[in-house]
Nanobody, 121 residues
């Protein structure tokens, strides 16, 4: 099995910064795309950013220039550095990781438990 453990959420004032981490552990042969999604109350879950195994990144327009995604392949960990936070960034943030448990298996998507980020005005 594969487990994802998130950390780094919390309460911050508008303009502040937070860094989220998500570590994958368990039966892992290889990791492909790692990403972050968020879900605000009453809204659908949306992609924030993702990063491929080769380091290519993608960001939602709403966070471009403020958030930075990175990964440590040796630790199977993905990070999200969030700067210049706004109240509209308030949401539960979920990491999502594509993992292959054996060389002969397909990649499967796993979700973290979610971490709350609250930005006060």
């Amino acid at each position: 099995q594969v487990q994802l453990v998130e950390s780094g959420g919390g309460l911050v004032q508008s303009g502040g910064s937070l860094r989220l981490s998500c570590a994958a552990s368990g039966s892992i042969f290889s990791v492909n795309v790692m990403g972050w999604y968020r879900q605000a109350p009453g809204k659908q879950r949306e992609l924030v950013s993702h990063i491929t195994s080769g380091g290519s990144t993608n960001y939602a327009d709403s966070v471009k220039g403020r958030f930075n995604i990175s990964r440590d392949n040796a630790k199977n960990t993905v990070y999200l550095q969030m700067n210049s936070l706004k109240p509209e960034d308030t949401a539960v943030y979920y990491c999502n990781v594509d993992v292959r448990m054996r060389s002969y298996m397909s990649f499967r998507s796993y979700w973290g438990q979610g971490t709350q980020v609250t930005v006060s005005s």
